[in-house]
């Protein structure tokens, strides 16, 4: 009988690691301007061992010398700091428990003056946006916001849900390139964003360097690049839009890069990142607040709650690859022995694939999408190696289980 067809690019044989609940058929990061119907993307690395990356990678941190890396850490600082009034490092972020863990971290523990650069969510939620002005008014910093062209930034996420089923690219093209282009335009070369990559689903060996891979934030041209899915030439073409509309989605050019000297780097490199750390730091220095509410689709309230989107993206990360939010945050808990692995998977089996109703109607109103219409492009993007239909619903042929 011939194996079921995968999609993606994906593994045909599910594997399911042995020390948290991550699958191997989880993505790794990708430049989202890449990003096409047809895209065959790396997934997490596992050892013969059965021991995804990011587990190993958490093994890695216990042997770091983190007094060593925060003497780096406070060279690079002396290198870039400024007593003059200006701002020397930018930190992007639109107020969550990483954002202002990075800024405050830098700022009254370090002495750097960094400017803190905003792109908003799709539809920020109501306590989302409070943080975000708790991050500003309680934690103390200076903001730049840039508010995109909503027609444009609709007509964009609405097709990256239609061809990608990916209802958060619009999002993540700005949170990437916002920092390094306001950067170069304001003369300030260094950018800090939080945890390294690693800490998730990439391969270990991005983690032998603060740099983020410019890979992610530059361009040498146009040629390949496409925005919701569709390259910039149909874009301008078929839907009538400019460079000017489509420049704050784009990342910067490489010459432009080479200019200017800007560096990308990860905090989480020289300070042990942890999200419930970060999490109670940023609630006790910018008066961050969890959801008042559970996050549908998993058990938590304090990951990634700024947008109404969110809860929809990671509903359609189960939708093609397996893997739903419960995973993603049991994941991390296990490595950093906030759960047990037993624990994590009776979490995955309770709350994985949770349809997001709270706010659903309100994002399918605002995109122009029939929910109906909705529905059939999850089922087109279910890849045959992952599902099945029984009794007329879906379910998943591989599910973690305890070992």
């Known amino acids: 009988m011939a194996n079921p067809t995968t999609y993606y690019g994906l593994p045909s044989e599910v594997k399911f690691c042995k020390r948290c609940v991550l699958s191997n058929q989880a993505p790794c990061s990708y430049p989202e301007f890449l990003h096409t119907k047809n895209r065959i993307a790396p997934t997490v690395p596992f050892g013969d061992d059965g021991v995804c990356d990011p587990c190993k990678y958490n093994d890695k941190k216990k042997n770091i010398d983190w007094e060593q890396r925060e003497k780096e850490l406070l060279a690079l600082c002396d290198k870039h700091r400024k007593n003059d009034g200006s701002y020397d490092c930018i930190v992007p972020g639109s107020g969550g428990k990483d954002s202002g863990y990075a800024a405050h971290l830098l700022k009254y523990k370090y002495g750097m003056h960094p400017l803190t650069v905003t792109w908003p969510p799709i539809l920020y939620t109501d306590y989302g946006h409070r943080n975000f002005l708790n991050w500003i008014e309680e934690g103390g910093f200076d903001n730049i916001t840039f508010k995109p062209n909503g027609k444009v930034h609709r007509l964009l996420t609405k097709l990256s849900i239609e061809n990608l089923l990916h209802p958060f690219q619009s999002f993540i093209l700005g949170q990437k390139n916002l920092a390094p282009k306001a950067a170069i335009q304001l003369g300030i070369p260094l950018i800090f964003y939080g945890e390294p990559d690693a800490e998730y689903n990439n391969p270990i060996s991005e983690s032998t360097s603060a740099l983020r891979d410019k890979s992610y934030w530059v361009m040498n041209n ?139 109607d309100e994002i399918m109103e605002y995109l122009d999408i029939r929910p109906e219409h909705f529905h059939e492009l999850c089922d087109r993007h279910r890849s045959p190696h992952l599902w099945e239909k029984v009794g007329g619903e879906w379910k998943l042929k591989h599910q973690v289980t305890n070992l």
């Open 222 to 360: 146009l040629d390949g690049i496409h925005l919701g899915g569709v390259p910039i030439p149909r874009l301008m073409s078929e839907y009538d839009l400019g460079m000017n509309d489509l420049s704050p989605y784009l990342p910067a050019d490489y010459r432009t890069v080479e200019r200017s000297g800007i560096e990308v780097h990860c905090l989480g490199y020289y300070v042990r990142w942890t999200p419930q750390e970060a999490y109670y730091y940023a609630a006790e220095h910018c008066g961050f607040q969890p959801r008042p509410f559970r996050t549908q689709g998993t058990y938590s309230k304090y990951n990634s709650i700024d947008d109404k989107i969110d809860d929809l993206h990671y509903y359609t990360t189960i939708i093609k690859f397996g893997i739903g939010r419960a995973t993603y945050d049991a994941s991390q808990e296990i490595r950093n022995h906030h759960l047990t692995r037993e624990e994590g998977v009776a979490l995955v089996h309770k709350f994985d694939g949770e349809f997001p109703d709270r706010y659903f």
